[in-house]
T-cell receptor, first 113, second 116 residues
Framework: GDSVTQTEGLVTLTEGLPVMLNCTYQ??????LFWYVQHLNEAPKLLLK?????KRPEHQGFHATLHKSSSSFHLQKSSAQLSDSALYYC????????????FGIGTLLSVKP | DAAVTQKPRYLIKMKGQEAEMKCIPE?????VFWYQQKQSKELKFLIY????????QIDMVKERFSAVCPSSSLCSLGIRTCEAEDSALYLC??????????????FGEGSKLTVL
């Protein structure tokens, strides 16, 4: 079945530095890829989603590029803010596992002053 | 933002008791997903409904849980016999146009189950 891999459990950054959270996936077909963000004691919310026309999604300064050749959808931001501290999930749907949304284990981003 | 409502927010059960959690999807949303989240980490897929019909679920749900969407405005997730390992936050989410470019899931705040 399909799977999503997020290699870093915890990423600690100083405010102002660039952010890059890794996400790779395995799927027989061409799935949709997502990034969801969950702030402390809140529900997960959609941050970004890949498009079928290969446009690069951007939101709140974050962007991600779907690279089918390397099966990756890394999340990037040029300058981290304190408010970016949260749990980030990469997720996949529409692959060989059908329409269910499969999440990675999540990466906790901690931004320090 | 869409509003998915979950009740109760917290429930405490003894081992062996039955538990039930309810979810009111956003109006007009036809897809409903349930996830289990332990210790603020992994979001584990449990079951997926489309137009009130269950389309996919994991074995654990088939064996020990009961999940239904009797109407487009109400879904429920039940555990027939609670075990300690069931202690978790149960998140319900819904979507209006799941499977298309614009499809996204909107999550409720969850029902936190503690099994003693």
């Amino acid at each position: 079945g399909d799977s999503v891999t997020q290699t870093e459990g915890l990423v600690t950054l100083t405010e102002g530095l660039p952010v890059m959270l890794n996400c790779t996936y395995q799927s027989t077909y061409s799935p949709f890829l997502f990034w969801y963000v969950q702030h402390l004691n809140e529900a997960p919310k959609l941050l970004l989603k890949s498009f079928t026309d290969n446009k690069r999604p951007e939101h709140q300064g974050f962007h991600a590029t779907l690279h089918k050749s390397s099966s990756s959808f890394h999340l990037q931001k040029s300058s981290a803010q304190l408010s970016d501290s949260a749990l980030y999930y990469c997720a996949l749907s529409g692959g060989s596992s059908g329409n269910k949304l499969i999440f990675g284990i999540g990466t906790l981003l901690s931004v320090k002053p | 933002d869409a509003a998915v409502t979950q009740k109760p927010r917290y429930l405490i059960k003894m081992k062996g008791q039955e538990a039930e959690m309810k979810c009111i999807p956003e109006k007009g949303h036809t897809a409903v997903f349930w996830y289990q989240q332990k210790q603020s980490k992994e979001l584990k897929f449990l079951i997926y409904f489309q137009n009130q019909q269950p389309l996919d679920q994991i074995d654990m749900v088939k064996e020990r849980f009961s999940a239904v969407c009797p109407s487009s405005s109400l879904c429920s997730l039940g555990i027939r016999t609670c075990e300690a390992e069931d202690s978790a936050l149960y998140l319900c989410s819904s979507s209006q146009d799941w499977g298309w470019d614009t499809g996204q899931l909107y999550f409720g705040e969850g029902s936190k189950l503690t099994v003693l």
